[in-house]
């Protein structure tokens, strides 16, 4: 199935987006270009507190757009404009006149690729509350330590908090972007696909992690892994061409899609 026949006969956009409680973030008819080629498609979605929300879908179906799009990160690109509304609670982020600051305090992000800064362990986590906060020594510390022990790193580098984050394995320096992260307690934690440069092994405690954190956090996955979307995530949505195509939970998308598109991509009946 190619991209020229498929296109005329895709869905427009969802807008069966049920979810059961709360949702932290409600995203509403999101149009996004890149100059003058269309990106994303009147994207409707709810992101459910404390739950899991995987993207899935080929590569260049908007997914990392949209996801970046959370916390504005897509303003960072001149000829990126978008129409819509992304509301968290009482604030609108896509608003003009939005806080940009706050909303990344509150919408964390963790990339592809690990990227620590050229610091030490204890620096990489506790830059951001020194940026946002003026605690005292002996709150930072607690800050550091609690923030790894919550990325479950803590034990494996308390006795090398001053070696530089860079000397870390992959995996290690993902757990240490994800402390990062939430030391600055962010309701909502954003992963561009967290695992792709990762060996099985550090993958799997990603994963363990990313269960963990949905206790305190909200957290949406972008992941071409469709095995990892089902197991982390309580809820998927299919993306394809810019559309969101289909958002159900998680187990209803990979064992009875409403979609034919859906159960064409699930099932590996693509090209």
């Known amino acids: 199935m190619t991209e020229e026949n498929t ?22 008819g999101l149009d996004l270009w890149y100059g003058t080629k269309q990106a994303l498609y009147d994207v409707s979605l709810p992101i ?7 993207l899935i879908g080929p590569s260049g ?5 949209l996801l970046r799009t959370i916390n504005r990160m897509n303003d960072l690109i001149p000829i990126c404009r978008y129409e819509g509304e992304i509301v968290q609670g009482e604030t609108e982020i896509t608003a003009k006149d939005a806080d940009l600051v706050s909303i990344r305090k509150n919408i964390g992000m963790v990339f ?9 362990i204890y620096d990489n986590v506790a830059y951001g509350v020194k940026l946002h906060h003026k605690p005292s020594r002996e709150q930072l510390d607690s800050i550091v330590e609690k923030s ?3 990325a479950a790193i803590w034990s494996e580098v308390s006795d090398r908090l001053h070696d530089l984050g860079t000397s870390l394995s992959g995996g290690q320096q993902q757990r ?28 799997a405690a ?18 071409h892994s469709m095995s990892q979307a089902a197991r982390v995530s309580d809820y ?28 064409r991509y699930i099932t590996g009946r693509f090209g």
Do not use: W
């Not at 307690?185 to 561009?192: A, G, R, T």
């Open 112 to 120: 592809q690729r690990p990227n620590p800064f050229p610091k030490s």
């Open 7 to 28: 296109e005329n006969d895709i869905p427009p956009s969802t807008r069966k987006l049920d979810i059961d409680g709360e949702a932290e973030i409600h995203i509403d």
């Open 48 to 54: 459910a507190k404390n739950c899991v929300t995987s």
């Open 176 to 203: 240490l972007c994800i402390a990062r992260s939430i030391a600055i307690e962010p309701d909502v934690i954003l992963m561009d696909e967290p695992c792709s440069a990762l060996d099985p092994i550090a993958t």
């Open 206 to 223: 990603i994963e363990e992690l990313i269960l963990e954190l949905k206790k305190d956090f909200t957290v949406v996955i972008v992941t």
């Open 148 to 150: 790894l022990k919550r």
């Open 236 to 263: 998927t949505g299919f993306m394809y061409l810019g559309r969101m195509v289909e958002f159900n939970k998680t187990e209803k998308i990979f064992s009875d899609p409403d979609q034919e598109l859906t159960k």
């Open 61 to 65: 179906c908007g997914k990392s757009t």
